[in-house]
């Protein structure tokens, strides 16, 4: 069963503009982990948060995680149209079985 | 550097004919190596995943099978396609984790076969 949720499925945007793309989940987690996929290709790994973590920064991505309402958000600053693709939050449950569970992803369009 | 190489990049086969794609890793020793399928616009569903060379678990019932023949190599198989077998299967790895679940990496993938049934 899916684990997180992305919310919202589809985004179009300027360029410039900020994209914020957020995601749900609904049982305990030890990490969080976001990847970006480019159409037709394989994922790519953008952030990993893990469950004592709030916020974490890589470049002009921005991660913040909110483990009481099991939810995270990822927002990209300034955006730019090579920043169009899907966006997937992924969960790790607690237990260590280093499996991860995947959303379905936000399709980001960001218009030149 | 570590690298991983799936093939081939597209497929097209006849419903019931048998299956093969190949995932390698290199640079890197004793990885975690995972199976997903992702159906056109929707997110990864996990087939199998491998602690070890020989170690398979499966995630869901299915018509496929997964092998771990050397340390470095996944392959993913079926003696039978089905029309439903259709998507873009993707393989993965990643450093095998801790106790300490702070020290957990990423995945990483390749990218990716089409299969098309017919």
């Not at chain 2, 290199?26 to 020989?54: D, H, K, M």
């Not at chain 2, 003696?79 to 679940?101: E, I």
């Amino acid at each position: 069963s899916q684990q997180g949720e992305e919310d919202p499925q589809a985004l179009s945007i300027q360029e410039g503009e900020n994209a914020t793309m957020n995601c749900s989940y609904k049982t305990s987690i030890n990490n969080l982990q976001w990847y970006r996929q480019n159409s037709g290709r394989g994922l790519v790994h953008l952030i990993l948060i893990r469950s004592n973590e709030r916020e974490k920064h890589s470049g002009r991505l921005r991660v913040t995680l909110d483990t009481s309402k099991k939810s995270s958000s990822l927002l990209i600053t300034a955006s730019r149209a090579a920043d169009t693709a899907s966006y997937f939050c992924a969960t790790e449950g607690q237990g260590g079985s280093e499996k991860l569970v995947f959303g379905k992803g936000t399709k980001l369009t960001v218009n030149p | 550097s570590q690298t991983i190489h799936q093939w081939p990049a597209t497929l097209v086969q006849p419903v019931g004919s048998p299956l093969s794609l190949e995932c390698t890793v290199e640079g890197t020793s004793n990885p975690n190596l995972y199976w997903y399928r992702q159906a056109a616009g929707r997110g990864l569903q996990l087939l199998f995943y491998s602690v070890g060379i020989g170690q398979i678990s499966s995630e869901v019932p299915q018509n496929l099978s997964a092998s771990r023949p050397q340390d470095r190599q996944f392959i993913l198989s079926s003696k039978k396609l089905l029309l439903s077998d259709s998507g873009f299967y993707l393989c993965a790895w990643s450093v095998r984790g801790f106790d300490n679940f702070e020290f957990r990496q990423p995945q990483h993938f390749g990218d990716g076969t089409r299969l098309s049934i017919l």
